[in-house]
């Protein structure tokens, strides 16, 4: 026998990974005041390009001698230059436990084939064993928060305060819902369409000092195209951390995500943030605490989490299917929720394990979390019964 069907739906029902949901209340009225049909290069454009660098460092935290640059290509594009840039000077740990992070491996045995690269993998819902990566006289690049599996790094303290080598970062699930070391990071990249909300295209590249010293005194083996390029005759080009970015930005985007910043700091800034999203993983623990037929892919506690949360399916009839019939099981999951239009987008990522994807982050209201809760189970109740 199903459950009937839950009589409340979440106000807002996206939850989709990237781009994620808009912050509350927002409309587009919000994006009123954008420098339309303005160069870039404008005053009216170079003010909020700076605005946007200088609201983000107040907001996260980032040390006043890091420079902050929007670059294009979204956070792959910030990884990239990253990767393109700096990588090669010295041997380099590749660290994967998900597929974006599995990516940048690819880029650097394949791409840049650099002759002295390890690779530290893990499966989905583990980390890898930090004790056996060198952080202290190597590089090393990682992802800060696994968007695709749900598993985050719980802090830097494996990263040597010392080290020789530049701890390269992709944070763009964590940044503005988790901590990030910034005395640990030398390189932290993220977008803005994910925890704040904002519009796709853009990247953000954090640059300590000692990765500013690696881009003045190492020059990579290979061409860099244009795109990519972070120096010039051996000196930092200062302007892209002033505005002044390596290509044409979108500024209705530029000017969605000044809204996204003044809305954050209008719930607590940092502090508020990860409030939200926490209260959101909450509301997802107290439901998979009940329900035996769900639990999280991470494995750890401590590594869930509190912005891509993903759930596997665990019943013992639905872990008896073989891998096709498990995904045909999660697909319909996600797909009687979506046709009800009671949440959107809460498929697993293509390639990780067939579950459910939550996006939890701080413009999601604990509220409409609460409200899909009911509808995961009417839809499990559901497919098994189309089990037979």
Not at 60 to 89: C, F, H, K, Q
Not at 104 to 118: C, F, I, N, P, S
Not at 229 to 238: A, Q
Request: net charge neutral; with cysteine; proline share 5%.
């Amino acid at each position: 026998m199903t459950l009937p069907m839950p009589a409340a739906k979440p106000a807002v029902a996206n939850f989709s990974s990237g781009p994620c949901a808009k912050r509350p209340g927002w409309t587009p009225e919000a994006l009123k005041g954008a420098a339309l049909g303005r160069s870039h290069r404008a005053k009216i454009g170079k003010t909020k390009l700076e605005q946007a660098i200088g609201l983000t460092r107040e907001i996260l935290g980032v040390p006043a001698d890091y420079r902050i640059g929007i670059v294009p290509a979204s956070d792959t594009g910030a990884v990239e230059m990253a990767l393109w840039s700096l990588l090669g000077a010295r041997g380099v740990d590749m660290l994967a436990w998900e597929s974006f992070g599995a990516e940048w491996v690819t880029d650097v045995v394949k791409q840049l084939k650099l002759e002295d690269a390890r690779v530290f993998k893990a499966g989905y819902g583990d980390l890898v064993d930090f004790s056996k990566v060198d952080a202290k006289t190597r590089d090393i690049v990682f992802t800060w928060n696994g968007t695709t599996s749900g598993v985050r790094v719980a802090n830097a303290d494996w990263i040597p305060a010392d080290r020789e080598g530049l701890a390269i970062c992709d944070a763009t699930s964590a940044a503005f819902a988790q901590r990030l070391d910034w005395d640990k990071l030398d390189v932290v990249t993220f977008s803005w369409q994910k925890v704040l909300g904002g519009e796709a295209a853009h990247g953000m590249l954090i640059l300590s000092p000692r990765a500013v010293a690696r881009l003045e005194s190492y020059t990579p083996a290979w061409p860099l195209p244009k795109i990519f390029r972070l120096t010039k005759g051996g000196k930092l080009i200062e302007g892209i951390f002033k505005g002044e970015t390596i290509n044409t930005p979108s500024l209705l985007c530029v000017e969605d995500y000044l809204d996204a910043l003044d809305w954050a700091k209008t719930v607590g800034g940092l502090d508020g943030l990860i409030a939200r999203a926490d209260a959101n993983l909450a509301a997802i623990e107290r439901f998979v605490a009940k329900t035996p037929w769900i639990e999280f892919l991470a494995k750890d506690e401590a590594t869930r989490s509190n912005t891509s949360v993903c759930l596997k399916v665990v019943d013992p009839a639905v872990t008896a299917l073989d891998a096709d019939g498990q995904a045909a099981f999660a697909k319909a999951l996600s797909s009687a929720i979506e046709a009800e239009k009671a949440g959107l987008d809460i498929a697993s990522y293509r390639d990780a394990p067939p579950g459910l994807r939550i996006w939890c982050g701080a413009t999601v209201q604990t509220s409409d979390v609460e409200a899909l809760l009911p509808w995961l189970e009417w839809s499990f109740q559901r497919a098994k019964a189309a089990l037979g």
